[in-house]
């Protein structure tokens, strides 16, 4: 027989899987709330979905594709398209330019975050050096 267990074992993979695509969409759109019946519309792709099954709520997935779901959610990803990737990589070096700055100052280093980015200009550094 079908018992309560199994019902509030399928309403926490649908929120766990609910949260997932909540902080994921977070990520590519700055937005929790996701938009399901027009993501394509808005310009929001998602990537890394199992084979066979569609992106729609999580409310509306069985339990084996929630199963599926919470195996691969490392895979999904939500990307807004018309974000343009520079914005993306400004973004990530103003990050990188802030966390290398201390070790800048530490090491006596004049370089403007560029060589954060580039193993081998530390390493041809190093080789000058000598």
Request: a negative charge; hydrophobic letters at 35%.
């Amino acid at each position: 027989g079908v018992g309560g267990g199994v019902v509030s074992g399928l309403e926490t993979m649908q929120r766990s899987v609910l949260h997932a695509f909540a902080l994921k969409y977070k990520v590519a759109t700055g937005r929790s709330e996701i938009p399901y019946d027009n993501l394509q519309s808005l310009g929001v792709q998602v990537y890394g979905m199992p084979p066979d099954i569609p992106f729609h709520s999580p409310l509306l997935y069985n339990q084996q594709q929630l199963q599926q779901l919470l195996a691969n959610l490392e895979k999904i990803v939500f990307l807004k398209e018309t974000n343009p990737l520079s914005e993306v990589e400004i973004a990530s070096e103003t990050v990188a330019a802030a966390l290398g700055h201390e070790m800048h100052l530490a090491g006596g280093g004049s370089g403007a975050g560029t060589e954060e980015d580039n193993p081998h200009t530390h390493a041809h550094a190093h080789a000058h050096g000598q």
